[in-house]
Nanobody, 125 residues
Framework: QVQLVESGGGLVQAGGSLRLSCAAS????????MAWFRQAPGKEREFVAT????????YYANSVKGRFTISRDNAKNTMYLQITNLRPEDTAVYYC??????????????????WGQGTQVTVSS
């Protein structure tokens, strides 16, 4: 089991930027694919982006391409999501997730092995 803790959320004006972090515990981080999801009020949780175990392959939902950048630092057991040009519709709770193993991960995830508790991002217009 991997424990995940997100941080970096907050209230930001439209057009601003944020960097979310996801700190992972356990020895499986560098053998795991990671992903970000988000859930807006009244909506289902949606896939945002994923990155493979080595950090060399990333995949994004069409809705965030060009504004979101996923990355990871295996030495720090941490994954990041850089968000630029924030829009009010980006308001959501952002969750990180993990799939243990080195299998191909560059697709829209529908499940994960473990989830974080989420961090709130609120974008004001």
């Amino acid at each position: 089991q991997v424990q995940l803790v997100e941080s970096g959320g907050g209230l930001v004006q439209a057009g601003g930027s944020l960097r979310l972090s996801c700190a992972a515990s356990g020895r499986t981080f560098d053998n795991s694919a990671m992903a970000w999801f988000r859930q807006a009020p009244g909506k289902e949780r949606e896939f945002v982006a994923t990155i493979n175990w080595s950090g060399t392959v990333a995949y994004y939902a069409n809705s965030v391409k060009g504004r979101f950048t996923i990355s990871r630092d295996n030495a720090k057991n941490t994954m990041y999501l850089q968000i630029t040009n924030l829009r009010p519709e980006d308001t959501a709770v952002y969750y990180c997730a993990v799939k243990i193993g080195r299998s191909t991960s560059n697709y829209i995830w529908t499940r994960a092995d473990d989830w974080g508790q989420g961090t709130q991002v609120t974008v004001s217009s």
